[in-house]
Nanobody, 123 residues
C-alpha cells in the first residue's frame, strides 16, 4: 500500500511563492493519475490540480496561471509550484493518488491520500 507524505508548506506573504512536494513510499505512483487538493477551515475539500502520468493536467480556475503541478516518475514524486499566492489560498494541501490512470477530479476516485501540509498566506 502506498503512503504519501507532503512537505514544503509554511507561512508566506501575499505575492510570495511556495513549492510543495509529495513523496510516495511503499509503492509508487505507477501510471496512476495524481492530484493536489486543498481544504480551508469551514470549507469542503476542493481540487487544485490533477495530472496523468502522460502529462495531461486539469487546474481549478482559481489557480490557473499561478500554480503548476508536475510529477517525476523516476523519483516517485509529485510537486505543486505555487506563485503569486493570495490569502484565499490558505488551506491544508493534500496529495492524492487515484485508483486508475485516467485524469479525474472526483475525490472518490483517489484511494490514497497524504496527511496534508498547511499553507498560510498573510495579507
Amino acid at each position: 500500500q502506498v503512503q504519501l507524505v507532503e512537505s514544503g508548506g509554511g507561512l508566506v506573504q501575499a505575492g510570495g511563492s511556495l513549492r510543495l512536494s509529495c513523496a510516495a513510499s511503499g509503492s509508487t505512483f505507477n501510471m496512476n493519475s495524481a492530484a493536489w487538493y486543498r481544504q480551508a477551515p469551514g470549507k469542503q475539500r476542493e481540487l487544485v490540480g490533477s495530472l496523468t502520468s502522460g502529462g495531461t493536467i486539469i487546474y481549478a480556475d482559481s489557480v490557473k496561471g499561478r500554480f503548476t503541478i508536475s510529477r517525476n516518475n523516476a523519483r516517485n514524486t509529485v510537486t505543486l509550484q505555487m506563485n503569486n499566492l493570495k490569502p484565499e489560498d490558505t488551506a491544508v494541501y493534500y496529495c492524492a493518488r487515484s485508483r486508475g490512470v485516467r485524469i479525474t477530479t472526483t475525490p472518490a476516485d483517489f484511494g490514497s491520500w497524504g496527511q496534508g501540509t498547511q499553507v498560510t498566506v498573510s495579507s
